[in-house]
């Protein structure tokens, strides 16, 4: 088995819509920054690519680069998850904390917790959300997800079957 670990944070800006997990929310400001701002998919990635020890996010997909401008954040969990698939693991379970004083998430969390086990081809039951207001964090300008996952080692392929003569 392996774990993994994604931590990620994101400016609220005026003017752009709101995505998290994969699911646009009404608000009257979005998250600014790299690609579409989608906090809880950026670290749901870096937990997945740290989980079998690849490059994170930011490596793979440098907030430099023009091409992932308003990038949908949805790439970047399926390269994450080839290259966990590649590795010979499969997703068993994820649990998310986001942190963010509004909007409030809990009428969402059965969307956005639906979306991202869709995402991973995984039941809803496997994908845990919490939300928490950021409580003498002075945070209220942004958005801040924690995410693990734990990985299970899929069957290995048969062995080749030696040569009988
Ligand atoms: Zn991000």
């Known amino acids: 088995m392996r774990i ?5 944070s994101h400016e609220f800006q005026a ?3 709101l995505k998290i997990g994969g699911i646009v929310l009404a608000r009257d400001k979005g998250l600014g920054g790299h690609s579409d701002g989608d906090v809880l998919l950026h670290a749901l990635t870096d937990a997945l690519l740290g989980a079998v020890a690849a490059p994170d996010i930011g490596a793979l997909f440098p907030p430099s ?13 399926r390269e994450a998850l ?19 004083a509004a909007p ?3 009428p969402h969390a059965p969307a956005i917790r639906a979306r991202v086990a869709e995402l991973l081809d995984l039941d809803a039951d ?13 945070l209220d300008d942004a958005a801040v997800a924690h995410v693990v996952v734990l990985l299970e080692k899929t069957a290995k392929k048969p062995r ?6």
């Open 82 to 100: 080839k290259r966990v698939r590649d590795a010979g693991y499969s997703v068993a379970n994820v649990d998310a904390c986001l942190i963010l």
């Open 4 to 8: 993994g670990y994604g931590f990620d």
């Open 65 to 77: 680069d023009a091409k992932w401008k308003d990038a949908d954040s949805v790439i970047f969990v």
């Open 126 to 138: 496997c994908v845990g959300l919490k939300a928490k207001t950021p409580e003498g964090l002075n």
């Open 104 to 106: 409030k998430i809990g």
């Open 15 to 17: 003017g752009i819509p």
């Open 160 to 165: 080749r079957r030696r040569q009988t003569s």
